[in-house]
T-cell receptor
Framework: DAGVIQSPRHEVTEMGQEVTLRCKPI?????LFWYRQTMMRGLELLIY????????DSGMPEDRFSAKMPNASFSTLKIQPSEPRDSAVYFC?????????????FGSGTRLTVV | AQKITQTQPGMFVQEKEAVTLDCTYD???????LFWYKQPSSGEMIFLIY??????QNATEGRYSLNFQKARKSANLVISASQLGDSAMYFC????????????FGKGTKLTVNP
C-alpha cells in the first residue's frame, strides 16, 4: 500500500501564476479530502469528494480555488491566480468508509510558497 | 457545530515519563468519533488512536491511551514512557455521525521530550 501520494512536495511560484496540486488516494478509498494548514488558522477542510463527486466545498476560500476528481485515483486542487496569502501546506487525505468511526489517511502534503 | 479545544500550546516532558495532552470537544450529535494525530517536524500527519462515543472502554494503542470522559466531553491523550521521537505537534480531531464527513481539528499541542 503506497499511501496517499501528493505532488509536488514543495512549490514556489510567483503571485498571479496558476498552481496545480495533485493527489492520488489509496486504492479502494472512496472519499477524498483537501485540507489547508496555516499557523494562523490551523487545519481547515477545503473540499471533500465521495465517489468522485464533490460533496462539501464550503471551505474553499474563493473562486480562485477549484478542485476536481475526474476518476477514483486522481484529484487536483488548482489556484488561479495565486496570491501570497495562499502560502500554506496543502494536505490530501482519503478514507475507505463513511461514518464517525473512520478517520483519514493523509498524504505528505504540498508546501506552497507564493512570492 | 462541532468544536475541538486544545488549551496547551506547548508541553514539556522528560524522557521516560508519562504526559497527558488535553482535548475537549463540543457536539450535539450522540454518535461521534474522536481521533488523535501526530505531526512530526517532517510534516506528515500520522494517525495515533481512535475513540468512539459509544465505546465503553478507553482506547489504547501501544504507549498511547485515550482518557475518555464523555460527561465532561474530554478526550485526553496519554503517552507513557515518552521517547525523544515523540517530540511533535499533536492534534485532536472529531467527526460526528450526523451528516458531514468533515474531520474537525483542534489547534494542536507542541510536545517536546527532553533527554
Amino acid at each position: 500500500d503506497a499511501g496517499v501520494i501528493q505532488s509536488p512536495r514543495h512549490e514556489v511560484t510567483e503571485m498571479g501564476q496558476e498552481v496545480t496540486l495533485r493527489c492520488k488516494p489509496i486504492s479502494g478509498h472512496n472519499s477524498l479530502f483537501w485540507y489547508r494548514q496555516t499557523m494562523m488558522r490551523g487545519l481547515e477542510l477545503l473540499i471533500y469528494f465521495n465517489n468522485n463527486v464533490p460533496i462539501d466545498d464550503s471551505g474553499m476560500p474563493e473562486d480562485r480555488f477549484s478542485a476536481k476528481m475526474p476518476n477514483a485515483s486522481f484529484s487536483t486542487l488548482k489556484i488561479q491566480p495565486s496570491e501570497p496569502r495562499d502560502s500554506a501546506v496543502y494536505f490530501c487525505a482519503s478514507s475507505h468508509r463513511q461514518g464517525a468511526n473512520y478517520g483519514y489517511t493523509f498524504g505528505s502534503g504540498t508546501r506552497l510558497t507564493v512570492v | 457545530a462541532q468544536k475541538i479545544t486544545q488549551t496547551q500550546p506547548g508541553m514539556f516532558v522528560q524522557e521516560k515519563e508519562a504526559v497527558t495532552l488535553d482535548c475537549t470537544y463540543d457536539t450535539s450529535d450522540p454518535s461521534y468519533g474522536l481521533f488523535w494525530y501526530k505531526q512530526p517536524s517532517s510534516g506528515e500527519m500520522i494517525f495515533l488512536i481512535y475513540q468512539g462515543s459509544y465505546d465503553q472502554q478507553n482506547a489504547t494503542e501501544g504507549r498511547y491511551s485515550l482518557n475518555f470522559q464523555k460527561a465532561r466531553k474530554s478526550a485526553n491523550l496519554v503517552i507513557s514512557a515518552s521517547q525523544l521521537g515523540d517530540s511533535a505537534m499533536y492534534f485532536c480531531a472529531m467527526k460526528s455521525q450526523g451528516g458531514s464527513e468533515k474531520l474537525v481539528f483542534g489547534k494542536g499541542t507542541k510536545l517536546t521530550v527532553n533527554p
